[in-house]
C-alpha cells in the first residue's frame, strides 16, 4: 500500500508532502505521524537516535508530554526525486509555563512507496514571551502556502 505523494516529486507533490507532515504533527497523536514512515525508519531529532515504529511512537509520546500546546509550522525549502528539505518553526509552553519557539531544518527521504524512511532534524530553542507568540494551532486555510518568516 502507497502512502501519496509518492516519489519522485515534484515542487507540487513536495508541498503535499511538507503540508501532510504539518497537519499530522499537528494533531500531537504519535500513532498518526508513526504511521507515515516506514517500519525500519531511522530518525536522529537533536542529539537523540530512534529507530523503528515503536521508538518513534515512544519518542513523539515523551515529545508531547513535555511541549505542551505544541503548534507547528513546516516550509518547503528544496527536493530531489526521493528527498525533501524542509524549514520549520514551532511553538510550546514547558511544564512551568515558559514559552518557546523551536527553528529547525529537517532531511527526509522516502522509500518508492512514499513512506519515510530516514528523518534527521536539527533544532534550536529561543525562549519567548505569551506575547511574541505567533502560532495558535493548526494552519487554518487562509494560510496555506504562506511561507513562515525567519525570527
Not at 502512502?3 to 501532510?20: L, N, S
Not at 525508519?41 to 511541549?67: C, M, P, Q, Y
Request: proline letters at 6%.
Amino acid at each position: 500500500m502507497s502512502r501519496p505523494p509518492v516519489p519522485p516529486f515534484t515542487e507540487e507533490t513536495a508541498r503535499q508532502k511538507v503540508q501532510a507532515a504539518e497537519d499530522a504533527w499537528n494533531t500531537r497523536d504519535p500513532e498518526r505521524v508513526a504511521a507515515a514512515y516506514t517500519p525500519d525508519s531511522v530518525w536522529r531529532n537533536r542529539s537523540e537516535f530512534v529507530t523503528g515504529h515503536d521508538e518513534i511512537v515512544a519518542f513523539l509520546t515523551r515529545k508531547w508530554e513535555r511541549e505542551q500546546e505544541y503548534a507547528l509550522r513546516k516550509s518547503l525549502w528544496a527536493f530531489t526525486d526521493d528527498r525533501i528539505a524542509v524549514r520549520f518553526q514551532y511553538e510550546c509552553r514547558d511544564a512551568s509555563g515558559q514559552w518557546w519557539r523551536s527553528y529547525g531544518n529537517e532531511q527526509w527521504e522516502f522509500d518508492a512507496e512514499g513512506y519515510m524512511r530516514r528523518r534527521e532534524a536539527c533544532i534550536n530553542d529561543v525562549p519567548i514571551t505569551a506575547d511574541e507568540r505567533r502560532i495558535f494551532g493548526p494552519r487554518g486555510d487562509d494560510e496555506r502556502d504562506h511561507d513562515i518568516p525567519l525570527r
